[in-house]
């Protein structure tokens, strides 16, 4: 693999191999000394033109457990502000010797581009209303773990509920893709008005419909109202959408036993997901966190990694 761009670029074989490697890497969390010499001398420069806590966060931690030299650059206080442009920006970066650019941009295909530019490996840590790989693979990874849990192997058979402001979320489109490459089946489910272009050719089923597919779902993935991406209405109150799709402690108990709930954070309480549910004892929220960084180990090692093995 030479870059992480989307889900989109993934096969089978690859995404199951960033998956099993990552919970060789989860047992580095369990450590004392939670380091591993992988990736020692090679230099990843996390570049951040949005704002983003647990992403960033998660990615830094992942390469300094990798021996990696790991910085953060961010928009605000760069040359960036100053008006430089993306490219001239990533070829300074890159003629200094980075190995690997980790990306968050607010307009879609920027990594793609980046790569284009740069000598440097690049992963896409969600451009725009595109993809958002790393989180898609963290998701996958949780899921997984939980059916493990239960004694239940693999994707197959597994229906996968996606709930809320699909329109703005580049959660969605990646978890899709990696879905239909793992053989789960994704049920996408929002108002007519947070839907995207072209949903109906993504290879799922979409509904309306949450009290329909509730009992059925194996694993229900709560999407943020994205508030500040939204310059019109598209429902007519919060609380509205919360009788219609909000994940409340009624529906929290018309949930089929066993089934999980996710969420990639940050999590609008009271509006797309109650405190309830965000705190039930089959949330794997904080699974999914954990799960991050384990998962972005993996990815990193995949892209920059020798042959010596990750877990020396």
């Given at each position: ?53 647990r ?40 003629a ?12 879609s ?36 773990k ?5 004694g ?7 229906k ?22 793992l053989?789960?089946e ?54 509205e ?20 709930i ?27 966190v ?23």
């Open positions: 693999m030479r870059h992480l761009l989307g889900c989109a670029d993934l096969s089978a074989t690859d995404a199951n191999a960033i998956l099993d490697l990552a919970e060789e890497m989860q047992q580095v969390q369990s450590r004392p000394v939670k380091k591993l010499p992988a990736l020692r001398g090679r230099t990843i420069v996390n570049i951040f033109f949005e704002d983003s806590t992403t960033r966060t998660s990615f830094e931690i992942a390469g300094k457990w990798l021996s990696a030299d790991t910085i953060n650059v961010s928009a605000k206080g760069s040359s960036v502000s100053k008006g430089e442009s993306l490219r001239d920006t990533m070829l300074t970066l890159d200094m010797g980075v190995d690997c650019f980790v990306i968050r941009h607010p307009s295909g920027a990594a793609a581009q980046v790569a284009s530019w740069v000598r440097a490996q690049v992963v896409n840590a969600g451009d725009g209303q595109h993809e958002h790989p790393t989180q898609a693979l963290l998701d996958a990874y949780t899921m997984r939980h059916f493990r849990s239960l239940r192997e693999g994707f197959a058979g597994k996968i509920a996606i709930v809320g402001d699909l329109l703005h979320s580049r959660v969605v489109r990646s978890n899709v893709l990696l879905q239909n490459l053989g789960g994704v049920v996408l489910v929002a108002p007519p008005t947070l839907l995207p272009t072209g949903v109906e050719n993504w290879g799922c089923q979409v509904t309306s419909d949450f009290d329909a597919v509730l009992p059925e779902a194996d694993i229900v993935m709560m999407l943020r109202v994205q508030r500040e991406r939204m310059a019109g209405g598209y429902f007519p109150t919060e609380r959408y919360t009788a219609g799709y909000g994940l409340t402690e009624e529906r929290l108990r018309a949930l089929k036993p066993g089934a999980g996710c969420h990639p954070g940050p999590m609008n309480r009271g509006v797309e997901i109650s405190s309830a549910a965000a705190d039930a004892a089959n949330s794997l929220v904080l699974d999914q954990a799960s991050g960084v384990a998962v972005r180990m993996s990815v990193l090692y995949h892209l920059l990694g020798s042959d010596e093995g990750a877990m020396r």
